[in-house]
T-cell receptor, first 111, second 114 residues
């Protein structure tokens, strides 16, 4: 089946940039998403990118998509302690199926 | 703003009990989903529904059933709760296919089965 892979942990210092990476297998993915989950809460949509785009920027967030390598990344500039959370990558597969999520990357921000 | 609500934030049940988890969304979304989230396993899809009275099995449907009698409400049922169903349960809704199909999540229900 289709798969979305992420590293499980990332630790950065406050003020540095964080880069969270994701790889996926479905070459026909049309939309790719980043969600954030704070402790004890549900998932909150951060941003999404359509597959015909290479980059999307939204304030401190930059999403880069390399469709050839099936690689998606989320860069958080000037990382703050409030950015500490689990970040999930997700893709929309082809056909009539739900989103496929990665296992999530836990970002820890050290003050 | 889209709002997805779940009936309980925390629930404690005994083995063998029948458990109902309710999810309601207020944006007239066609699609609704139930996931469970466990450490190291990420989100796993239990059931989903693309319309009223429709249901589809996800990756781990065993031990669960669902009900979608109204468009805004999607219920997850544990017919006979077991300790391995202790987990965080997340409900989501989205617009139908042909859109960017962003899923909006509820706050989650943390279920403990003793």
């Amino acid at each position: 089946g289709e798969d979305v892979e992420q590293s499980l942990f990332l630790s950065v210092r406050e003020g540095d940039s964080s880069v969270i990476n994701c790889t996926y297998t479905d070459s026909s993915s049309t939309y790719l998403y980043w969600y954030k989950q704070e402790p004890g809460a549900g998932l909150q949509l951060l941003t999404y990118i359509f597959s015909n785009m290479d980059m999307k920027q939204d304030q401190r967030l930059t999403v880069l998509l390399n469709k050839k390598d099936k690689h998606l990344s989320l860069r958080i500039a000037d990382t703050q302690t409030g950015d500490s959370a689990i970040y999930f990558c997700a893709e929309r597969e082809s056909g009539n199926t739900p989103l496929v999520f990665g296992k999530g990357t836990r970002l820890s921000v050290i003050a | 703003d889209v709002k997805v609500t779940q009936s309980s934030r925390y629930l404690v049940k005994r083995t063998g009990e029948k458990v109902f988890l309710e999810c309601v969304q207020d944006m007239d979304h066609e699609n609704m989903f139930w996931y469970r989230q466990d450490p190291g396993l990420g989100l796993r899809l239990i059931y989903f529904s693309y319309d009223v009275k429709m249901k589809e099995k996800g990756d781990i449907p065993e031990g669960y059933s669902v009900s979608r009698e109204k468009k805004e409400r999607f219920s997850l049922i544990l017919e006979s709760a077991s300790t391995n169903q202790t987990s965080m349960y997340l409900c989501a809704s989205s617009l139908p296919r042909g859109t960017e199909e962003t899923q909006y999540f509820g706050p989650g229900t943390r279920l403990l089965v003793l």
